[in-house]
């Protein structure tokens, strides 16, 4: 017995000693072999991307009609890869037109540029209306697949499915007591032949994916499926395929269209990690080819000006950033420029008589906060504003949401109205109007008395009017005149182009 109780003993301990080995040896190991980490699948939401610097050039098809464009793109350092990029865009218009027995016009749209891929819309009519698209890889010239924007496991059934679901759905709503329910059956029928298609038809933005189908577009947001979408780095290469890199717009949000060719500035980003500034101007747009060369040169000193001080607002809250660790800081700056102008309609059209003078101004919001209040709400704020698909028309970005008790926010309306001929600055009444005070004053009672009479909120009679429009004080602000009447909220604005041109001395007189 003792024999077998011995053998069974060091049975028992050389097993012992042979899984502490085991043990040790996998540990030694794991800490020497090199760590693989995985990189993230996806969009990354908090990250950012740039556009294309591809230079994109609009040219016309004489032998089709001036009416025609399409376009054609440059900047590229393959020209072997380009010329392929633009025969395809050629070859694809002209396949549309002569389609038609007769043509009106032809035109395109970029839906996006960015990770060295294209997305191109078209459209031409005439006798009838035809669109299409393209989408290409920057990289070989060659066209995507829809199968191409994901990752392989995606399933594009699915997906496809869903966007034409919810497309008929809101189709159907209209007209049904809002009963958002598709025609089973039709979606069905849209859903099997837009696969089987031999080219289905879709495009992309940076924001989202839209499959077309005849009359029909269905839309997915990238947001949605974030971890789906392979498109942001699947064809990004190590050295630029361009040969500039200042052509399309740096660090934008992922998931926001970045349509910004209508700003005539646009910088934004992080100068400090506790300072978000925005600087947006609006291009001031020109109609008239005869407006004199020094009014042209005014509007351009006056905008270099004005960008200048938008720019020292941003360096003084720098040093408050520095000097504030633990508070936070946002500027939504809109600074622009304003040549003064009244049109006049005679016989033969429409006349517009220029002013003298420049009303420069800076608006817009300076947040101010701990920077935990900022890290927990006005972070994830500032990226969805840059995703808002209505940026343009909202004239920038704009913070939405109620805003933080602890938040202090300073709106700016500063105003300068400058004379470009002399440098002169208007700062009271009397130097931008060309009559007496006592004519003026009551050109301005007259307009508010009309104002508070035809007040909605408010319904005063005449003679009340009149006894308030009495007391009220005025005060120029650029090319504005605020009115203040003690004792109410009534706080009217009038522009200065609201009166007759003959009244104002920043408007030039006609010789006798």
């Keep these: 017995m003792k024999k077998h109780w011995f053998i069974a003993m060091g049975a028992l301990l050389l097993f012992s000693i042979l899984c502490v080995a085991g043990t040790a040896l996998l540990i030694s190991q794991k800490q020497t072999d090199p760590v693989t ?46 010329q392929k990029v633009n025969d395809t865009i050629l070859q694809k218009t002209k396949s549309l037109l002569d389609d038609l027995e007769k043509v009106d016009f032809a035109d395109y749209y970029v839906a996006s540029s960015f990770a060295n891929v294209l997305s191109i819309g078209f459209y031409v009519g005439g006798d009838q209306y035809r669109s299409d698209c393209i989408n290409l890889d920057l990289t070989t010239g060659n066209p995507l697949n829809l199968s191409d924007l994901f990752y392989e496991d995606v399933d594009l059934l699915s997906l496809v499915r869903h966007a034409f679901y919810k497309t008929l759905a809101q189709q159907n709503a209209w007209g049904h007591e809002g009963i958002a329910s598709p025609d089973e059956n039709k979606l069905y029928e849209v859903v099997t032949a837009y696969f089987a298609s031999s080219d289905p038809q879709f495009y992309f933005t940076p924001a989202q994916v839209n499959f077309c189908y005849g009359d029909l577009t269905a839309s997915v947001d990238f947001i949605d499926i974030a971890e789906d979408v392979a498109i942001y780095e699947k064809y990004l290469t190590e050295e630029s395929l361009f040969n500039r890199n200042d052509v399309g717009f740096k660090n934008l949000f992922t998931c926001a269209v970045g349509n910004y060719d209508m700003f005539d500035e646009l910088e934004y980003g992080y100068a400090m990690e506790n300072l978000w500034y925005d600087i947006t101007m609006w291009k001031y747009p020109v109609y008239d080819e005869t407006l004199e060369d020094d009014a042209l040169r005014a509007m351009e000193e006056t ?22 660790p633990d508070m936070a800081y946002i500027l939504l700056l809109r600074p622009g420029y304003d040549l003064l102008s009244i049109q006049h309609y005679h016989a033969e059209g429409w006349h517009t008589q220029y002013a003298h003078a420049v009303d420069s101004f800076e608006q817009g919001m300076i ?28 004239g920038g970005a704009y913070l939405s949401g109620e805003d933080h008790e602890d938040t202090t926010i300073t709106q700016l309306e500063i105003h300068e109205l400058i004379n470009y001929k002399t440098g002169h600055v208007y700062t009271t009444l009397d130097e931008v109007f060309a009559v007496e005070e006592d004519y003026y004053m009551t050109l301005l009672q007259a ?15 005449r ?38 041109s003959a009244y104002l001395t920043i408007f030039p007189k006609e010789e006798a």
Aim: proline share 3%.
């Design 303 to 324: 905008k270099k000006s004005r960008l200048e001080q938008s720019r020292a607002i941003v360096e003084e809250y720098r040093q408050k950033a520095i000097e504030n």
């Design 447 to 461: 307009r508010v008395v009309e104002h508070l009479t035809n007040w909605h909120s408010q319904h005063y009679t």
């Design 463 to 500: 003679s009340q009017a009149e006894a308030m429009a009495e007391k009220m004080t005025c005060q120029l602000n650029g090319a504005y005149i605020h009115i203040t009447i003690p004792e109410t909220d009534f706080s009217p604005i009038y522009r200065l182009t609201e009166f007759d």
């Design 367 to 394: 947040y101010e906060m701990p920077k935990s209040v900022f890290e927990d709400i006005y972070k994830d704020r500032i990226i969805k504003a840059y995703r808002n698909k209505y940026f343009a028309l909202a």
């Design 37 to 82: 980490e995985i990189a993230p699948r996806g969009i990354d939401l908090y990250g950012t991307y740039d556009q294309n610097d591809l230079i994109l050039n609009q040219i016309t098809l004489p032998e089709y009609g001036k009416d025609v464009a399409i376009l054609q793109v440059a900047g590229m350092k393959d020209e072997a890869v380009q």
